[in-house]
C-alpha cells in the first residue's frame, strides 16, 4: 500500500517535471523566429505549465489537495530548472569574452562572442545584398555568374552562423550597443559604406575586393580573440573562403 502511495506521488511529480519540458519544446520554433532569448521562452514555459495545474485542480471538481500542489509544484520547479541549466550550459560557450582586444578601436571590455556572430550574420547579410546589386549592374556575363556564386556563398555563411547563434537562444545585442558596434565596423569600412548608385563596375569590384580581404581579416582574428570558437565553427575554412572569393574577383577586374 505504502509503495502504491509513492509510486503515485512519484509519477505526478514526473508528469509536472516533464510538462515545462514539452511547453518548451512546442513553443522553441516560435521563440526562434522571433529571436527570443531563453528566459522567455522558459518563463512562458512556466506559467503555461501552472496554468495546466490549476485546470487538472478544477477538472477534479475538489479543491485543491496540499499533497498533490506540492508533488506538481516541485516537479515543475525541478523542471524549469532542468531547463534553465540545460540552456545555460549549453549557451554558456556564447558568452566568452574576448581573450585578446579586436584590432584598435573596439569596444573594450563588452566584446563576447555573441556580440561577434551577431554583427558577421549583419555583414553576411550586407554582402549578399551587395553581390546582388552588383550582378544586376554588371555588363560582363563571367561577372555576373560569379556574382550569383558569392550570393550562394554569403547566404551559406549566414545560415552557419545563424544556426550556432540562434540555436540556444541567446540574449540579443541592445539598441545602443548594436549602434557601437555598427560605428566601429563602419569606421574600419567593412560593408556598411556601400559605394554610391553611380559607380562604375570597376570600381564596384574593386570594393568586393578591399572587403572580401577585410572580412578574412575580420574572421582571422578570432584565431587569438575566440579560440574556443575558431575551433568549434571551422572559421579557418571561412577565411580561406573568403580570400577566394578576393582571389575570384581580381580575375573580373577590367583592365583601366
Known amino acids: 500500500m505504502e509503495t ?17 519540458i514539452a511547453w518548451t519544446i512546442i513553443f522553441y520554433p516560435l521563440m526562434r523566429r522571433l529571436k527570443k532569448a531563453y528566459p522567455f521562452l522558459i518563463i512562458i514555459a512556466t506559467l503555461l505549465s501552472f496554468v495546466v495545474l490549476i485546470i487538472t485542480d478544477f477538472m477534479q471538481k475538489l479543491s485543491p489537495l496540499l499533497g498533490d500542489a506540492v508533488v506538481y509544484l ?11 541549466l540545460l540552456f545555460i550550459s549549453r549557451s554558456r560557450w556564447l558568452e566568452e569574452p574576448a581573450m585578446d582586444s579586436m584590432p584598435s578601436g573596439s569596444p573594450h571590455g563588452k566584446l563576447h562572442l ?16 551587395f553581390y546582388e546589386l552588383l550582378g544586376s549592374r ?24 545563424e544556426n550556432i547563434y540562434f540555436r540556444w537562444l541567446p540574449f540579443y545585442l541592445d539598441e545602443a550597443t548594436m549602434q557601437l558596434f555598427e560605428s566601429e565596423l563602419k569606421r574600419r569600412g567593412i560593408f556598411l559604406n556601400p ?39 571551422n572559421i579557418e575554412h571561412l577565411v580561406m573562403e573568403e580570400r577566394e572569393h578576393a582571389k575570384q574577383l581580381m580575375t573580373m577586374l577590367p583592365t583601366a
Open 195 to 233: 559605394p554610391p548608385s553611380d559607380t562604375t563596375e570597376r570600381e564596384m569590384i574593386k570594393y568586393a575586393i578591399d572587403q572580401e580581404e577585410k572580412m578574412a581579416e575580420f574572421y582571422a582574428a578570432f584565431e587569438k580573440v575566440f579560440p574556443e570558437a575558431w575551433r568549434r565553427i
Open 114 to 129: 555573441r556580440h561577434v556572430l551577431q554583427l558577421s550574420i549583419i555583414l553576411e547579410e550586407e554582402g549578399r545584398k
Open 4 to 20: 502504491t502511495y509513492y509510486s503515485s506521488y512519484f509519477i505526478k511529480w514526473l508528469v509536472a517535471f516533464l510538462i515545462p
Open 74 to 84: 516541485s516537479g515543475i520547479f525541478f523542471g524549469t530548472a532542468a531547463l534553465s
Open 138 to 161: 554588371a555588363v560582363n556575363q563571367g561577372v555576373k555568374d560569379l556574382c550569383r556564386k558569392l550570393v550562394e556563398d554569403e547566404i551559406r555563411h549566414k545560415k552557419t552562423f
